[in-house]
């Protein structure tokens, strides 16, 4: 089992800035793609972002192409999602996850997930 640990949520004002992190439990974590969602009240969990096994690779939903970035730090353990020029509608949980195969962008092909992080961001 690979368990992620999500912190760095917190509250912003709108066009702040927040890094967010996830800290897996072992190396495994390294072998394998890594995505950040998120799930606002009353909305659909949504995909925000994903990094290859080796951070060669990164994808972004449109909406926050441009302001977040994605990375890893394999020596770490460790998966963060820069958050810049942060929008009220980014207001989220915010949950990183483990894919062990399957589609980058579709929730239900991630194995893995933390307990999430908080993110509000005011107007």
């Known amino acids: 089992q690979v368990h992620l640990v999500e912190s760095g949520g917190g509250l912003v004002q709108a066009g702040g800035s927040l890094e967010l992190s996830c800290a897996a439990s072992?190396?495994?974590?390294?072998?394998?793609?890594t995505g950040w969602f998120r799930q606002a009240p009353g909305k659909e969990r949504e995909f925000v972002a994903a990094i290859g096994w080796n951070g060669r690779s990164t994808h972004y939903v449109d909406s926050v192409k441009g302001r977040f970035t994605i990375s890893r730090d394999n020596a770490s353990n460790t998966v963060y999602l820069q958050m810049n020029n942060l929008k009220p509608e980014d207001t989220a949980v915010y949950y990183c996850?483990?894919?062990?195969?399957?589609?980058?962008?579709?929730?239900?092909?991630?194995?893995?997930w933390g307990q999430g992080t908080q993110v509000t961001v005011s107007s």
């Open positions: 996850a483990v894919d062990l195969g399957g589609q980058y962008y579709n929730s239900r092909s991630y194995d893995y």
């Open positions: 072992d190396r495994t974590f390294n072998n394998y793609g």
